[in-house]
């Protein structure tokens, strides 16, 4: 039994410092669980008190929290999720970074509701928590290794029942899309396997035995009761998502137009008869994988059969990585994206970033900005082969694998000859699986996403593509804003309670902050209006934090191909994305002014301005 | 009783979280009578016991600390020393041992209500009536 304060709360926050092997553990204030709930929100808070502007992500100034919400390892569905906040080394701006799993259900039973980073380790280290037990132990053997090796040595060495957060080579040597992996999930974007790397902090280990009170006990089991049952009859989490996991979209994308195709030359992907959701599901997928607490079981266990990849396997590939090893690249063989996918999380790398560079790379290769003596072969789109070669190169740092593995920004700056023009990316973050220029909304999504390019600050394809919400033309720029801006402040308040974000496709705010409700019983937050509250204040609280970083309307902005260059055939053949006049309309519905600052007013209301 | 069919557990622990939440009034898998066991990414391993006709644990347990009370096999945990014999003996690997003290649980059906079973999303229980083991 936990004897925390607040219902719902593991009521600690361990602080650690690597360079002094010391750490503090706290009670968590009631003031930042009032004003930021946990998650997201403990990281913005923190962050932005703590870290001083334009500081080097990638040295011992900056500071990892690695944060749990209310909603986290209780009964709620979808459960399982932990955030990670941090300055990027690829964007240099705000990053928050969401793992699935087990891992915060583990980091809050052994009771802390937070864990800070800060400083750098003189040698390789593991950090081992378990419960009040805190350890700093030697991580040089474990140095260099894979991550799967990695954490089954961690196994080995401190239990079957620890969960961990692990980085792989890409991650030690400091790559600026490195991830960190926990069981078969990650951390994915933004380059916080870097940071870890740069501390020398190979792997957090954690065990927790504690328990998780509950204020209204009748209530707050009622409204799970509820939860299971809405989420079991949606058709989206009871229904396709269950069945192709988030590859239950990609059909409709393809079909839309919104599957981008070679580096978003063209919204048609011609091989989708022998690659999409039914061929992996009859082929490829042999079990579902639910995390934490979570009945829609959306991550499937893959292995190839037959052809040159037979016997690879990976937790997936899910629609993002389906796309962007697969027609980001111009690449159909599915064996092919499995192993792409396999090989990202053992060098740790994000999938996501990692496909998009490598299309980006083939462009340059197929438009001769890149000749093969530079890269070393030829990497023609929908060359396999090279894809899987690109991604040891780039964790390696082998050849232009360097170069790559600094993002497409920084490619595209040093390679010049025009490439900065499709060079697909938003404040040096890579684009994922949707082009918006078949879904308005998510141009302004993407230019407006506090950690850049970024399709979970707002997914606008239920209202453009899918049936999941009131449908809205996808070609249209009315109401996108408004759309935009209040899922961004509800996905910040679902990424600070720390649940899945699927959860939105099969309940209700009302339903989601019933929850909050009956499990925290904290008075302050009596309505879906209070709740929200915390939503936009995180929301403008991350957007000081990029601020203080020079970010201003110049960055919000999409790259000039989806601004200025149509594609040429297809559902979506002629369109352009008009972002500026969804973006006037943003900035006036967020009481931002028109070089996207939050007005003093606006601080004011959320208490922002002190 | 309820027996598992591992092929349809997806890993994703409700089972243990209920049964925590049951029989301690706090959400702490640690505490469960039943344990999901990880083969990453493949099958997992339900362990939960099949409350037996004729127990091989019972006969298994060296200082007699199984026995029936109320119609459940029950471990008394201050009799257990945590050899783990009847984790040895258990045909079905049924035993649950406890991260916590290091003793054997066994699974009490919830006195009937077998909350596993109803909270399950993958379906993995059945409840099976009066079979012969």
Same mark, same amino acid.
């Given at each position: 039994?936990?004897?925390?304060?607040?219902?719902?709360?593991?009521?600690?926050?361990?602080?650690?410092?690597?360079?002094?092997?010391?750490?503090?553990?706290?009670?968590?204030?009631?003031?930042?669980?009032?004003?930021?709930?946990?998650?997201?929100?403990?990281?913005?808070?923190?962050?932005?008190?703590?870290?001083?502007?334009?500081?080097?992500?990638?040295?011992?100034?900056?500071?990892?929290?690695?944060?749990?919400?209310?909603?986290?390892?209780?009964?709620?569905?979808?459960?399982?999720?932990?955030?990670?906040?941090?300055?990027?080394?690829?964007?240099?701006?705000?990053?928050?970074?969401?793992?699935?799993?087990?891992?915060?259900?583990?980091?809050?039973?052994?009771?802390?509701?937070?864990?800070?980073?800060?400083?750098?380790?003189?040698?390789?280290?593991?950090?081992?928590?378990?419960?009040?037990?805190?350890?700093?132990?030697?991580?040089?053997?474990?140095?260099?290794?894979?991550?799967?090796?990695?954490?089954?040595?961690?196994?080995?060495?401190?239990?079957?029942?620890?969960?961990?957060?692990?980085?792989?080579?890409?991650?030690?040597?400091?790559?600026?899309?490195?991830?960190?992996?926990?069981?078969?999930?990650?951390?994915?974007?933004?380059?916080?396997?870097?940071?870890?790397?740069?501390?020398?902090?190979?792997?957090?280990?954690?065990?927790?035995?504690?328990?998780?009170?509950?204020?209204?006990?009748?209530?707050?089991?009622?409204?799970?009761?509820?939860?299971?049952?809405?989420?079991?009859?949606?058709?989206?989490?009871?229904?396709?998502?269950?069945?192709?996991?988030?590859?239950?979209?990609?059909?409709?994308?393809?079909?839309?137009?919104?599957?981008?195709?070679?580096?978003?030359?063209?919204?048609?992907?011609?091989?989708?008869?022998?690659?999409?959701?039914?061929?992996?599901?009859?082929?490829?997928?042999?079990?579902?994988?639910?995390?934490?607490?979570?009945?829609?079981?959306?991550?499937?266990?893959?292995?190839?059969?037959?052809?040159?990849?037979?016997?690879?396997?990976?937790?997936?590939?899910?629609?993002?990585?389906?796309?962007?090893?697969?027609?980001?690249?111009?690449?159909?063989?599915?064996?092919?994206?499995?192993?792409?996918?396999?090989?990202?999380?053992?060098?740790?790398?994000?999938?996501?970033?990692?496909?998009?560079?490598?299309?980006?790379?083939?462009?340059?290769?197929?438009?001769?900005?890149?000749?093969?003596?530079?890269?070393?072969?030829?990497?023609?789109?929908?060359?396999?082969?090279?894809?899987?070669?690109?991604?040891?190169?780039?964790?390696?740092?082998?050849?232009?694998?360097?170069?790559?593995?600094?993002?497409?920004?920084?490619?595209?700056?040093?390679?010049?000859?025009?490439?900065?023009?499709?060079?697909?990316?938003?404040?040096?973050?890579?684009?994922?699986?949707?082009?918006?220029?078949?879904?308005?909304?998510?141009?302004?999504?993407?230019?407006?996403?506090?950690?850049?390019?970024?399709?979970?600050?707002?997914?606008?394809?239920?209202?453009?593509?899918?049936?999941?919400?009131?449908?809205?033309?996808?070609?249209?720029?009315?109401?996108?804003?408004?759309?935009?801006?209040?899922?961004?402040?509800?996905?910040?308040?679902?990424?600070?309670?720390?649940?899945?974000?699927?959860?939105?496709?099969?309940?209700?705010?009302?339903?989601?902050?019933?929850?909050?409700?009956?499990?925290?019983?904290?008075?302050?937050?009596?309505?879906?209006?209070?709740?929200?509250?915390?939503?936009?204040?995180?929301?403008?609280?991350?957007?000081?934090?990029?601020?203080?970083?020079?970010?201003?309307?110049?960055?919000?902005?999409?790259?000039?191909?989806?601004?200025?260059?149509?594609?040429?055939?297809?559902?979506?053949?002629?369109?352009?994305?008009?972002?500026?006049?969804?973006?006037?309309?943003?900035?006036?519905?967020?009481?931002?002014?028109?070089?996207?600052?939050?007005?003093?007013?606006?601080?004011?209301?959320?208490?922002?301005?002190? | 009783?309820?027996?598992?069919?591992?092929?349809?557990?997806?890993?994703?622990?409700?089972?243990?979280?209920?049964?925590?939440?049951?029989?301690?009034?706090?959400?702490?898998?640690?505490?469960?009578?039943?344990?999901?066991?990880?083969?990453?990414?493949?099958?997992?391993?339900?362990?939960?016991?099949?409350?037996?006709?004729?127990?091989? $644990? %019972?006969?298994? *347990? #060296?200082?007699?600390?199984?026995?029936? +009370?109320? &119609?459940?096999?029950?471990?008394?945990?201050?009799?257990?020393?945590?050899?783990?014999?009847?984790?040895?003996?258990?045909?079905?690997?049924?035993?649950?041992?406890?991260?916590?003290?290091?003793?054997?649980?066994?699974?009490?059906?919830?006195?009937?209500?077998?909350? $596993? %079973?109803?909270? *399950? #999303?993958?379906?993995?229980?059945?409840? +099976?009536? &009066?079979?012969?083991?």
């Amino acid at each position: 039994m936990s004897n925390n304060k607040y219902f719902g709360y593991a009521g600690k926050i361990l602080t650690v410092d690597l360079g002094s092997s010391d750490y503090v553990v706290e009670n968590t204030p009631f003031d930042l669980i009032i004003n930021f709930m946990g998650g997201k929100g403990f990281g913005a808070k923190i962050l932005y008190d703590g870290l001083k502007a334009n500081c080097d992500p990638l040295s011992e100034d900056n500071i990892m929290v690695v944060a749990t919400g209310p909603l986290t390892g209780t009964l709620m569905p979808a459960s399982g999720h932990v955030t990670l906040s941090t300055k990027s080394p690829l964007t240099g701006v705000w990053l928050d970074s969401h793992c699935a799993g087990f891992l915060g259900p583990e980091l809050k039973m052994a009771g802390y509701d937070a864990v800070i980073i800060k400083g750098k380790a003189k040698k390789p280290t593991v950090l081992v928590i378990k419960d009040d037990k805190i350890s700093f132990e030697d991580g040089k053997d474990l140095w260099g290794k894979l991550i799967f090796e990695s954490q089954e040595l961690l196994a080995q060495k401190y239990g079957e029942n620890c969960q961990f957060m692990c980085i792989g080579p890409a991650g030690e040597r400091k790559a600026r899309f490195a991830n960190i992996v926990s069981g078969g999930r990650g951390f994915g974007r933004g380059g916080s396997g870097a940071v870890m790397g740069s501390k020398n902090l190979k792997a957090i280990v954690a065990e927790g035995t504690k328990g998780l009170n509950i204020y209204d006990f009748d209530g707050f089991m009622r409204m799970c009761k509820e939860s299971y049952n809405e989420l079991s009859v949606s058709p989206d989490t009871g229904g396709g998502r269950p069945k192709y996991g988030t590859n239950s979209i990609y059909s409709f994308m393809i079909e839309a137009g919104a599957h981008p195709v070679k580096n978003f030359q063209t919204g048609v992907f011609k091989e989708v008869r022998e690659c999409n959701e039914d061929v992996l599901d009859r082929k490829y997928y042999k079990r579902h994988i639910a995390c934490f607490s979570c009945p829609i079981n959306c991550s499937k266990a893959s292995r190839v059969d037959d052809g040159k990849y037979r016997g690879k396997f990976t937790e997936g590939p899910e629609y993002e990585n389906m796309w962007s090893l697969g027609a980001q690249c111009g690449n159909s063989n599915i064996g092919s994206i499995i192993y792409g996918e396999h090989l990202c999380d053992e060098y740790g790398l994000d999938a996501i970033s990692a496909g998009n560079v490598i299309g980006f790379t083939m462009e340059c290769f197929e438009k001769g900005i890149l000749s093969e003596k530079q890269i070393g072969f030829p990497a023609n789109f929908g060359n396999d082969d090279a894809i899987i070669k690109f991604i040891e190169m780039m964790a390696k740092g082998e050849g232009i694998g360097e170069l790559m593995s600094q993002g497409v920004r920084q490619m595209s700056k040093e390679l010049g000859k025009g490439s900065e023009k499709f060079a697909m990316h938003v404040k040096g973050m890579e684009l994922p699986a949707y082009d918006p220029r078949g879904a308005f909304g998510m141009g302004l999504a993407y230019a407006t996403s506090d950690r850049g390019a970024c399709h979970l600050r707002a997914w606008t394809l239920g209202a453009e593509v899918l049936d999941v919400q009131e449908r809205m033309d996808p070609f249209a720029t009315e109401f996108k804003a408004e759309l935009v801006k209040t899922q961004q402040d509800f996905f910040a308040v679902i990424q600070s309670a720390v649940v899945c974000l699927f959860l939105n496709f099969g309940l209700t705010q009302r339903q989601i902050t019933r929850c909050i409700q009956t499990l925290t019983g904290i008075k302050e937050w009596k309505t879906t209006e209070d709740i929200l509250k915390i939503g936009e204040r995180i929301y403008n609280l991350t957007r000081l934090f990029s601020m203080r970083e020079g970010i201003s309307r110049k960055d919000d902005t999409l790259p000039e191909r989806l601004l200025k260059e149509p594609v040429n055939e297809g559902p979506t053949k002629g369109v352009v994305v008009d972002l500026d006049s969804m973006l006037d309309e943003y900035y006036l519905i967020r009481h931002w002014d028109k070089e996207g600052k939050p007005t003093k007013e606006k601080l004011a209301e959320l208490g922002l301005d002190k | 009783m309820p027996v598992a069919d591992h092929k349809k557990c997806t890993g994703c622990h409700i089972c243990e979280i209920i049964c925590s939440v049951h029989h301690h009034k706090t959400m702490n898998p640690k505490l469960a009578m039943v344990k999901v066991n990880s083969n990453w990414p493949w099958e997992d391993k339900v362990t939960i016991c099949r409350q037996c006709r004729k127990p091989k $644990c %019972v006969e298994a *347990c #060296p200082v007699d600390a199984i026995e029936r +009370v109320d &119609g459940y096999l029950t471990i008394d945990q201050d009799k257990c020393t945590a050899c783990l014999e009847c984790v040895k003996a258990c045909p079905f690997d049924g035993v649950v041992v406890s991260e916590i003290t290091g003793k054997p649980i066994l699974c009490d059906t919830c006195q009937g209500e077998y909350l $596993c %079973v109803s909270w *399950c #999303p993958a379906k993995v229980f059945t409840k +099976v009536q &009066g079979a012969n083991f």
